[in-house]
């Protein structure tokens, strides 16, 4: 005779077991699912230029996570209504972590993580985070001083020019490096800025290359998306760098050196803390030269050897942190003092810079 005790112990093992079981296959069935990533970029993907770089990191990212992760990406999102639009529309269809690379997302990106606060959210260039949403950036100034390091010893006219897109900190503080460099190895030289007002339009680059070199620029910079500032220095006889991702392919000759931006690692980094559960919002990442984030490409074998020597040298000192493009005493385009002897603007600083340092021609437009 069974005992009735013995039974109803028997059933709840059973139950135990077929509830554990169930469990079991659920846990299985959720980690086989990948990692859903979505990237909104500001262009056209193309083959150079800012969202070419971070859609190379979005496939160097897969190819190293393999199985675990799948990604969207959508492109040639402006940064107006339609970004949050995308946004929300990314976060609804059940991604689980959202880049957003361009800087003027960060407000959009925000308002979103708002709405969703089961979904992450990584915002590029800004400085705003919540409890769901950090952002990232890369020293890219270090990389546009080792370029005016490169233009200052070039240079037969003195004269440098840069095709920047917006006057944001991001982009101003590019300009104010790339003239430091400059300054550093050719106290004669000054640098002259044409706004564009957009990241990517191939025209207004072209026109504002044209028209800085007729003002005098043998070797010009940018801030902006296109090669064709590249393409305009090689058709005219002058130099130029590529910036964001190497664009010697549309100028053998005029382009010196390559500064560019490689965010694989970063998005390895970061989509691994969504895997293991170790990913956490309010925080900001800033990587350089030192990191891997910020590479010089492609320096052309037409630069001597003492111009490759500095670069090293300097290129190492900033690794070591003996050398900071900002470290003063540093002067405004108005000869005012601003970063007094023995001081060094801090990260916060720059990331708020609004002025052209002392060798740059005019002022930052209000």
């Known amino acids: ?9 028997g059933l709840a093992l059973v139950l135990l077991l077929s509830v554990l079981g169930s469990l079991s296959m659920s846990v299985a069935l959720a980690a086989a699912q990948p990692v859903r990533v979505a990237f909104v970029y500001i262009d056209p993907v193309g083959d150079t230029g800012w969202s070419y ?8 990212m897969e190819k190293a996570l393999g199985g675990a992760v799948k990604t969207t990406v959508v492109e040639k999102v402006p940064d107006t209504a339609d970004a949050e639009r995308v946004i929300r529309q990314l976060a609804a269809a059940g991604n689980d972590l959202i880049f957003t690379t361009s800087f003027g997302y960060m407000e959009p990106t925000l308002r979103v993580a708002k709405l969703f606060p089961k979904v992450k959210f990584e915002h590029a260039t800004g400085f705003k985070q919540a409890g769901n949403m950090v952002s990232y950036e890369s020293r890219f100034y270090e990389g546009a001083y080792l370029l005016g390091v490169i233009a200052g010893k070039t240079t037969k006219s003195n004269t440098l020019g840069f095709v920047g897109s917006f006057p944001i900190p991001e982009v101003i503080r590019n300009i104010d490096a790339f003239t430091l460099g400059a300054r550093s190895v050719n106290p ?14 191939p025209g207004k680059e072209r026109q504002a290359a044209e028209a800085l070199i007729t003002q005098g620029a043998d070797v010009l910079c ?6 064709a500032v590249v393409q305009v220095a090689e ?3 002058v130099h130029a760098f590529g910036w964001d991702s ?7 000759t005029a382009q010196l050196a390559a500064n560019t931006q490689h965010w694989s690692d970063y998005y390895v980094q970061e989509v691994r803390k969504v895997i293991d559960g170790s990913w956490t919002g309010n925080r900001s990442t800033v990587w350089g030269i030192k990191e891997g984030m910020v590479v010089l490409a492609s320096l052309n074998k037409s630069l001597p050897p003492d ?3 500095e670069l090293d040298s300097r290129k190492q000192a900033i690794v070591e942190g003996k050398l900071h493009p900002f470290a003063g005493p540093l002067k405004d385009s108005t000869g005012a003092v601003k970063v007094p002897a023995g001081s060094t603007m ?16 005019g002022a930052v437009p209000k």
């Open 307 to 309: 111009v490759l020597k």
């Open 222 to 227: 940018q801030n902006t998306d296109s090669p």
């Open 188 to 201: 004669k030289v000054h640098v002259k800025v044409i706004w564009v007002d957009t990241w990517y339009d």
């Open 246 to 252: 190497d664009m010697a392919k549309y100028g053998p």
């Open 1 to 9: 005779m069974s005992h009735p005790i013995r039974r109803g112990a």
């Open 53 to 60: 770089q971070h859609d190379l990191a979005r496939k160097e």
């Open 346 to 361: 801090t990260h916060e600083q720059l990331m708020a810079i609004n002025w052209y340092v002392e060798g740059v021609d």
């Open 235 to 237: 058709q005219r006889g």
